[in-house]
């Protein structure tokens, strides 16, 4: 059938931020469908409120709205853009859901809005819990025994009637929210009360547990004809229970013979036929491990995570087609971009084997519980190919850059042999090492197997690596040996770990062995064609298929690997940017990365693409093959910085700021002696080592004291400490880790933050804006509210932080982008931080100032000069709107992190506010975050620290002006009786009743201002009450400066005068 | 232990040997499924053959009792990447490599299976030999492997007797060329009263055997050599009984009724392949296994019009006689391995046979 020529423009809805469950991938899928959409001559229009995305690029789409992604905001974008169709199915489940409730009010049909692809009724019959399972008995597919209920009594009524244990799962959640496996009445209400109130239509599915079976699942996609094909089959390794975007997937399946693959196989195709889906779709299956029962646990009847990583494991563009069949082609009439020749209408083949590893946020939230169940943890994943199980397996761990190089964990070490066999009953990120741990003990696989429910191939596959470390423990390898573990993937620096060697030692015995890594193409199709993609993964083996230019004119461009809190999507769109403007300016480009839901990691993106980890070996193997004439290292994030010094060790030029810039940066003694030489006042602070160092450092400066680590990511294992008492504890969190760099011990100044972003050539910088950050300092940069352009600061101020960040710049030697953090303290200008990088805030104030960012810093590090780039040099003049960046956090998610805001981030994503005025920009950012912002006749909660209680009486007032109802804990209500300000009494947990918890319990409070307290026991209790406030979805601040804007946006801004803004129009 | 295979061109790979250790002289050819081992080595088309498998993790769920194709593997090589040293399946009898041992198959692991995949697909395919010899003479192993080709392997694998396997419904001559188990169970499935012929038996027959139809079952080999049997099968063309051919079954009617066979230069092995039905608008994913292939050109519009067509190369995948009851294709809607997605097939069939009995089809 061809295209439906009634259609001129499309709108596609975005996935808004990123939060856990939805992250970068449909950024990666959005942009290859507003691509796809614009090959065939569509007009665009993109709404997504998530500004660190590629898709919200003006090249990307024709009209960008960073709007709230909300029914009120797109009513309002149709009726303005008038498009002839929507495209529901690339925007996960926020785009799925907002489309299906567009079309239920019935907008779409009174603007004539088409919605392509999968009807509304299809995409209802796969996401309505007993829709889907009478669809399913319709065509004899098992369910797992299940029963939809809206009541806690009837969850257990039926869970009497099957037994117990049984998995709750909410309707309409992300990532599986609020869901969870109850084993006895008192679990199952808790779980089922949380996930009532956390599903949009007040529903869970109680189900028959089936943990223990193989997960197994089929990544499917369906044309209006009717062709079906499967792209992609996945294992998990981890067995039913885990949900699988926390499990290790491995592509393809590896334990099913013929006759259970095509069972399931012709299973997801009658499935996908069933319910006439018209594009991709996720189909997941648990399969009995000794028979051919099997069951449907779920199917996505859209793009996913599973697609985008299916996307990358095979080399088939999903979104790509998925947008083509939306608009009508069928499978065979879509070209095949991988062969050139063939159609899209084929399965791929692979002839390797692809590793997913979910990155997990444990790191940062050291405290957090870190079981693995049906509720999804992870913040992103890496991808690895292989030719063995092996290699993929461990080139996927070196990507996770935890600095783990093998299953090797010394902790684990430590342990005796019954506790590791203890510890094979936790279901949890580290279950892969305990199992490598567990027979290198000793225990057999039959017995891991009989725990863990792993299946025995997956413990055999670990039991040869073990068995290859024994044999490297006992001394330098000889050739074969060598050649041996470099195939199974064992880094030079674990081999060197293993026989007592160093990195370097064994990289020269590889040398003089002649054992080097090969390249192989990813041509879904195992060689059988010809194919033309630039898409690389290594080996050690025979052929290498990479066959390097002599381009003189060549740069490489380091990835970001996975998404982490601290380190998200932004950096993806710095690279991708990157790569364009090396592009534009006739260079080669070479991409390493290993993440499977990015854009950088399309085969299209650069010329030439290596799916591979990012750790010094990986990098100079390619370096070594591709011989690029230099590198950019600055927008990977920290994961290219920190190989800057390989790469300049190597010899290779690193274009722009030089490794040594990088780390005058980082280096307290030699950035102090840089901001002496420019006269930029700092905190006074000390750089130390040891605990002792830390204290006497903070008595010397005067508490409150920050403490970090440097050379870190979004303030990891950064705390401000009140006392001797708060610096021991955080120093015994921070040595957990072994530290190669000093931490940093300094004097916090509370006042005022502000954050610039600026572009230097050598001589001139170009500062497209100040950022002012609403929370004071001592709440992470990454976890503050930000505002373009600013609201309090003076000129005399923006003129100081101009000459401070030019200065620095030119005396740190950069040479393309720095980010520097400034507070206004007491009327003075103070460094925070600088880093010369890209940042966080790049792709944002790039959109909102028009000023090509990335594309200037890449001319400049290549010689240009900012005078010639036409948009000028010191400020670039202020923008006549607002732009309000609003982090997004997901602590639904993590049951057990405390929400209270610091100086380590917390946040996993962001979302932008944007209008002509601040309260209005205000209101656009809290409703784009989600948050319901409180009015009149709400109910709130003060319970504030003694710190806070003036500030709080204010913000109290305010609120009584606008009609909320206040109440107030002992201390804060004694405060305000005092100062003549009504709010109603409220106890304190454990103080008799009523209380706050059974205020919150009871569903009637809007908001709570609860700001932290360093008291010990009353920390804990905060901590409780911020915890019940997300699981009863309360919002619940604990900065006064973050009250006082939810005030402004309520008191100042209009809701029902928002009015969505173009940006590819505004800076024309 | 060591092992070397060597391929006509001269290039060698250095492995390790698995399964038998004899030395084994075959034609190369790769197949891109990435399950389903166990039916392959089974298929009698592969019979003379040694089979390459471009997935890099074989034998992972080992080999059990009930997935064999034919009575035993016909591979004569199998060569893989990593062979794995213990099965893991709840069906699972032995490893795989215990099985190529019992049945006498040479194989190498640990070679870069990709490179060889691509100068078969480069260079076409082409002759190879396996040794463990350690030192052996390259030269002379290259002279024999030039003289060897695939011959006569059809008397090989075809049944040696007649079976009968009653069922109730229609009364269908099966021609065993080396066909596979699944064929005869896909028709038991339709309740077929199924007689299974040796690869020679006359026409006349079946013929006079009372059938209601015929189907044509795969095999190994050149059609080309099959002479004799062509010359039965254009017999049973011309009396016009319902007939229904698959992969070689369907070379052989095709020379049959005057169109040609050639050989691709690497055939089509895999589970992957897009086959579309012109009558029904669709295309469906195909289990493939066939070096030659029908030239669509020689194909004489009066007495066949194509009805498949493969969407990768645009190959002949099937043929709709004119005026007789007679389909074919080169594809197996038998899978095992591969999907089963063209099952339909066999239902077709059974509505042909249906139609010819009401006397209303003859078209």
């Not at chain 1, 444990?362 to 092996?390: C, P, W, Y």
């Amino acid at each position: 059938m061809p295209k439906d020529t009634s259609i001129k423009k499309v709108l596609v809805i975005g996935s808004g931020p990123i939060v856990i469950g939805q992250a970068a991938e449909f950024d990666y899928a959005g942009t290859q469908a507003c691509r796809s959409l614009k090959e065939e001559g569509m007009e665009v229009v993109l709404v997504n409120s998530n500004p660190a995305t590629i898709m919200t690029d003006k090249d990307v789409a024709d009209h960008v709205y960073i709007e709230p992604l909300n029914i009120f905001s797109l009513h309002a974008i149709i009726e303005k853009e008038r498009p002839d169709a929507l495209l529901p199915t690339l925007g996960g489940q926020i785009g799925l859901n907002l489309a299906m409730a567009l079309y239920e009010d019935g907008t779409l049909d009174k603007f004539g809005v088409k919605l392509l692809g999968t009807s509304a009724e299809s995409i209802r019959k796969a996401e309505d819990r007993q829709g889907f399972k009478d669809t399913m008995e319709a065509i004899h597919q098992p369910c797992i025994t299940s029963k939809v209920v809206n009541d806690t009594q009837d969850a257990v009524d039926f869970t009497n009637s099957i037994g117990y244990p049984v998995i709750v799962r909410p309707a309409y959640t992300l990532g599986g929210t609020g869901g969870g496996i109850a084993y006895d009445e008192g679990m199952l209400r808790e779980i089922c009360d949380r996930g009532l109130s956390l599903s949009r239509v007040h529903e869970v599915l109680i189900e028959r547990c089936i943990s223990g079976w193989k997960e197994i699942e089929f990544e499917v996609m369906r044309d209006s004809a009717g062709n079906v094909i499967t792209i992609c089959s996945m294992e998990n390794l981890d067995p039913v229970g885990v949900h699988t975007g926390d499990s290790i997937v491995i592509a393809p399946t590896q334990t099913l013979a013929n006759k259970e693959f095509q069972m399931l196989r012709t299973a997801a195709l009658d499935i996908i036929s069933a319910l006439e889906i018209e594009g991709g779709c996720n189909v997941q299956f648990a399969l009995h491990p000794e028979s051919y029962e099997y069951a449907v646990i779920e199917v996505n009847p859209r793009v996913s995570r599973s697609s985008a990583l299916a996307s990358k494991a095979t080399g088939y563009p999903i979104a790509k087609v998925a947008a083509k069949i939306a608009l009508g082609y069928t499978l065979d009439e879509i070209p095949n971009a991988v062969t050139g020749k063939t159609t899209a209408c084929f399965e791929p083949t692979i002839d390797y084997c692809v590793m997913k590893l979910p990155r997990l946020p444990f790191d940062k939230f050291t405290h957090a519980s870190r079981t693995l169940g049906t509720q999804m943890k992870a913040t992103g994943e890496v991808m690895a190919i292989g030719n063995s199980f092996d290699n993929a397996l461990l080139k996927a761990v070196r990507s996770l850059e935890l600095n783990v190089h093998s299953l090797r964990l010394p902790k684990l070490q430590a342990m005796s042999t019954k506790q590791i066999w203890d510890k094979l009953f936790d279901v949890d990120d580290e279950r892969i090492f305990v199992v490598a741990e567990a027979m290198r003990r000793g225990i057999t696989p039959e017995e891991i197997h009989r725990i863990t429910k792993i299946d025995i191939w997956f413990i055999d596959r670990l039991g040869t690596m073990v068995k290859l470390e024994n044999k490297l423990s006992e001394g330098m390898p000889d050739a074969k040996t060598l050649r041996f573990a470099k195939e199974v993937g064992f880094a030079d620096s674990f081999i060197a770990e293993l026989c007592g060697s160093t990195r370097v030692e064994i990289r020269e015995l590889r040398r003089k062995y002649g054992i080097q890594p090969t390249y192989k193409m990813v041509d879904t199709c195992a060689a059988e064609f010809d194919a033309q993609t630039p898409y690389y993964y290594s080996t050690y083996d025979v052929e290498n298929e990479s066959v390097p230019t002599d381009n003189p004119k060549k740069v490489l461009v380091l990835g970001s690997g996975p998404i982490r809190i601290g380190q998200g999507i932004e950096f993806d769109y710095c690279s991708v940017h990157s790569v364009w403007a090396l592009k534009r300016l006739g260079y080669e480009t070479i991409i390493i990365n290993n993440n499977p839901e990015t854009v950088s990691t399309d085969f299209d993106i650069a010329d030439r693409l290596y799916f591979e980890p990012l750790t010094p070996e990986d990098v100079e193997h390619i370096v070594e093959l591709e011989k690029p004439c230099g590198a950019v290292v600055q927008f990977g994030g920290q994961t290219a910085i920190k190989l800057a010094k390989t790469l300049a060790d190597m010899g290779l030029p690193i274009l722009g700021t030089s490794a040594d810039g990088v780390d005058a940066a980082e280096d307290r003694e030699r950035f102090d002696e840089i901001l002496n030489q420019c006269g930029i006042p700092r905190a006074a602070g000390h750089t130390i080592f040891t605990t002792e160092e830390a204290i006497a450092a903070a008595n010397e400066v005067g508490y409150p004291v920050l403490v970090r680590p440097s050379y870190v990511l979004g303030g990891q294992g950064m705390e401000i400490a009140y006392n001797d008492d708060n610096i021991r504890d955080f120093m015994s969190i921070i040595n957990q880790t072994e530290q190669e760099h000093p931490i940093l011990v300094d004097k916090y100044l509370m006042g005022k933050e502000v954050e610039v972003d600026g572009v230097f050539d050598g001589e001139d910088i170009l500062i497209p804006g100040i950022m002012e950050h609403v929370e004071r300092a001592g709440i992470h940069s990454g976890d503050s509210i930000s505002v373009y352009p600013t609201l309090n600061v003076s000129e005399q101020h923006k003129q100081t932080i101009l000459r401070y960040t030019r200065d620095l710049a030119r005396h740190l030697g950069v040479i393309g982008l720095i980010n520097v953090q400034f507070i206004i303290y007491q009327d003075q200008v103070y460094i925070i931080e600088a880093n010369p990088r890209s940042s966080r805030t790049i792709p944002y104030i790039s959109k909102v100032t028009g000023v090509p960012i990335i594309d200037l810093a890449t001319r400049v590090m290549l010689g240009a000069k900012l005078k010639d780039l036409g948009y000028g040099v010191d400020l670039y003049p202020e923008a006549s709107y607002y732009a309000v960046k609003m982090p997004v956090f997901s602590f639904e998610k993590l049951t057990d992190v405390d929400t209270n805001l610091g100086p380590e981030m917390k946040s996993t994503g962001e979302c932008l506010g944007f209008a002509d005025t601040y309260p209005q920009a205000l209101l656009k950012a809290f409703k784009g975050a989600n948050m319901k912002v409180p009015g009149k006749g709400s109910r709130v909660i003060l319970t504030v620290k003694d710190q806070d209680k003036e500030e709080a009486a204010q913000l109290a007032r305010e609120m009584l002006e606008l009609g909320m109802d206040l109440y107030a804990t002992r201390g804060t209500h004694a405060y305000l009786r005092e100062q003549g300000i009504s709010a109603g009494f409220v106890h304190r947990l454990g103080a008799g009743h009523p209380n706050i918890e059974d205020m919150i319990g009871s569903g009637v409070v809007d908001m709570i201002l609860n700001t932290p307290t360093r008291n010990q026991h009353q920390a804990g209790d905060g901590r409780k009450i911020r915890r019940m406030a997300v699981e009863h979805s309360v919002l619940c601040l604990t900065s006064t400066d973050t009250c006082r804007a939810i005030l402004t946006a309520r008191k100042e801004g209009h809701s029902e005068q928002i009015v969505p803004i173009d940006i590819t129009k505004i800076n024309q | 232990m060591k092992a070397t295979l060597i391929l006509e061109n001269g290039i060698e790979f250095q492995g390790e040997s698995i399964g038998s250790t004899d030395q084994v002289v075959c034609e190369m050819v790769f197949n891109t499924s990435m399950v389903g081992y166990q039916e392959i080595l089974t298929d009698p088309s592969y019979a003379g053959q040694g089979v390459v498998m471009t997935y890099p993790l074989i034998g992972n769920y080992g080999i059990n009792e009930e997935d064999d194709e034919s009575i035993h593997p016909w591979a004569k090589a199998l060569i893989v990447r990593h062979l794995a040293p213990r099965g893991s399946n709840f069906r699972c009898t032995c490893t795989l490599n215990d099985y190529l041992i019992r049945n006498g198959i040479t194989g190498i692991q640990d070679i870069d299976t990709r490179y060889l995949t691509r100068i078969l697909r480069k260079e076409g395919v082409m002759n190879g030999v396996i040794t463990c010899q350690e030192n052996y003479d390259k030269d002379a192993l290259i002279a024999q492997m030039k003289q060897y080709r695939v011959q006569g392997t059809v008397e090989q694998v075809s049944a040696k007797e007649v079976t009968h396997i009653p069922g109730e419904g229609w009364k269908v001559a099966l021609y065993d060329f080396g066909e596979k188990r699944n064929m005869t169970k896909r028709l038991m499935h339709y309740g077929c009263d199924l007689t299974i012929f040796p690869a020679h038996t006359p026409a006349q027959v079946v013929l006079d055997g009372g059938f209601d139809a015929v189907m044509l079952s795969n095999g190994p080999g050149d059609p080309a050599d099959c002479q004799e049997i062509i010359q039965e099968v254009r017999k049973l063309y011309e009396a016009g009984i319902p007939t229904f051919a698959v992969c070689l079954g369907h070379q052989l009617m095709a020379l049959a009724t005057g169109a040609k066979t050639y050989k691709m230069p690497f055939g089509h092995r895999g589970a992957n392949h897009p086959v579309k039905d012109l009558r029904r608008g669709r295309c469906f994913i195909t289990s493939q296994n066939h070096g030659y292939v029908v030239d669509g050109d020689s194909v004489d519009p009066a007495v066949a019009a194509v009805s498949h067509v493969n969407v990768n190369d645009g190959s002949v995948e099937g043929l709709k006689y004119v005026g007789k009851p007679v389909f074919t294709v080169q594809f197996h809607p038998e899978a095992s391995p591969g999907p089963v997605d063209t099952d339909y097939l066999f239902a077709d069939f059974m509505e042909l046979i249906h139609q010819c009995k009401e006397g209303k089809e003859n078209a």
